[in-house]
């Protein structure tokens, strides 16, 4: 199982917090990453990858929460909304 830290965020244009991220990335092993939010979920449901962000010097999970039937992608120390996430920068092309 991989172990990624999430240091940017694509967001799309949409009202509700939990709609809005639609990738995450960051670099690896000296090569970036990048995966769909609805990848990032799958992989975290199938053990394949976990993620993490640092938020004031800690580690935090990124984890999978549901809200109005849609899965979405938030860290640990946010309470019902993707901030964390959100407050990354955005990922390159």
């Not at 975290?44 to 010097?57: A, S």
Request: aromatic share 6%; with cysteine; charged share 30%.
């Amino acid at each position: 199982m991989a172990r990624l830290q999430v240091s940017c965020a694509s967001k799309r244009n949409r009202p509700d917090a939990y709609e809005r991220i639609s990738h995450i990335g960051g670099i690896a092993n000296g090569a970036r990453w990048k995966h769909t939010s609805d990848d990032a979920v799958r992989y975290l449901n199938r053990k394949i990858n976990t993620y993490f962000v640092i938020i004031d010097g800690r580690e935090t999970e990124v984890v999978i929460t549901e809200r109005d039937g849609i899965k979405y992608l938030k860290t640990l120390r946010d309470n019902m909304s993707a901030d964390h996430l959100l407050n990354l920068e955005d990922c390159p092309l």
